[in-house]
C-alpha cells in the first residue's frame, strides 16, 4: 500500500486545515490508520487514529476537542480536520496504517507498517 498526505500549508493561528491520507494499492479496510507529526528537533508524536471497520476513534491529549479525524470509504481517504491552530501544532504531518494492530500500540509509531511522505503544517503570524 502507498500513502499519499496532503493538504498542508502556512495558516496564521486560530485558522483551520484539513489534511487527506490517500491509500493506493490496497483499501483501508480492516486497517488503523494513525496520524503523526514531527516538529523541528523533536521526535515523531501520535496526533491521533483511526479503526476503519469500527469508526473509533483516538486523539493525544493535545489535539483532543481541536482536531478529528474521519474516514471515506468511497475515496479510500483519511481525513485530519484541524481547528483552533496553535503555533506549537507546527510540524510535519505523516500518516501511516497498519493492518494488524493491537489496540494498546495504537498511539506507537512502531506499530505501524507503512507510512505516507510528510506534509508540512506551519502555524504563524
Known amino acids: 500500500v502507498q500513502l499519499q498526505a496532503s493538504g498542508g500549508g502556512l495558516v496564521q493561528p486560530g485558522d483551520s486545515l484539513r489534511l487527506s491520507c490517500a491509500a493506493s494499492g490496497r483499501t483501508f479496510r480492516t486497517s488503523t490508520v494513525g496520524w503523526f507529526r514531527q516538529a523541528p528537533g523533536k521526535e515523531r508524536e501520535f496526533v491521533a487514529g483511526?479503526?476503519?471497520?469500527?469508526?473509533?476513534?483516538y486523539y493525544s491529549d493535545s489535539v483532543k476537542g481541536r482536531f478529528t479525524i474521519s474516514r471515506d470509504s468511497a475515496e479510500n481517504t483519511v481525513y485530519l480536520q484541524m481547528n483552533s491552530l496553535k503555533p506549537e501544532d507546527t510540524a510535519v504531518y505523516f500518516c501511516a496504517v497498519d493492518y494488524n494492530m493491537i489496540l494498546s500500540q495504537l498511539r506507537f509509531e512502531t506499530a505501524y507498517d507503512y507510512w505516507g511522505q510528510g506534509t508540512q503544517v506551519t502555524v504563524s503570524s
Open positions: 483511526i479503526r476503519w471497520n469500527s469508526r473509533h476513534t
